[in-house]
């Protein structure tokens, strides 16, 4: 059941500010060009203010494996930009 999937390709110039909203949702950033700088910030926001300390553990470990990695998470160290 559900809705169906939708695949969305956004071109984007320097400035653009991409914003979505969803928990089911696959994401990409393409590959820097040579000399060219990105930010690119998350922002979880929790909906269920209840949420048990073991609960929110959980979360922010996840959160952290996804988009560090399980060595990062561990070590503590963050690669240096390029």
Do not use: C, Q
Request: no cysteine.
């Amino acid at each position: 059941g559900g809705r169906p999937l939708v695949e969305l390709r956004l071109a984007t110039h320097p400035g653009t500010l991409v914003a979505f909203n969803g928990d089911k949702l696959w994401h990409a950033i393409t590959p820097l060009g040579e000399h060219e700088e990105r930010v690119s910030l998350t922002l979880e926001y929790v909906t269920d203010p209840s949420m048990s300390t073991m609960k929110r553990l959980f979360s922010n470990l996840k959160d952290s494996f996804a988009y560090f990695g399980l060595k990062t998470v561990f070590t503590g160290r963050v690669r240096a930009a390029r």
